[in-house]
């Protein structure tokens, strides 16, 4: 019996690329926190 895929997963260069974004955003969004606090979640 072969396999059939129905779907393949992202190249590692285009996760490692979406990795590195969501980074951005995340360290964004806690330095935001840090500086504005409760304020910031706020908005969130």
Avoid at 21 to 44: F, N, S
């Amino acid at each position: 019996m072969t396999i059939e895929y129905l779907k393949r997963g992202k190249p590692e260069a285009d996760r490692a690329e979406d990795d590195a974004r969501t980074r951005a955003v995340v360290e964004a969004t806690l330095k935001d926190i840090e500086t504005r606090g409760d304020a910031a979640v706020r908005a969130l």
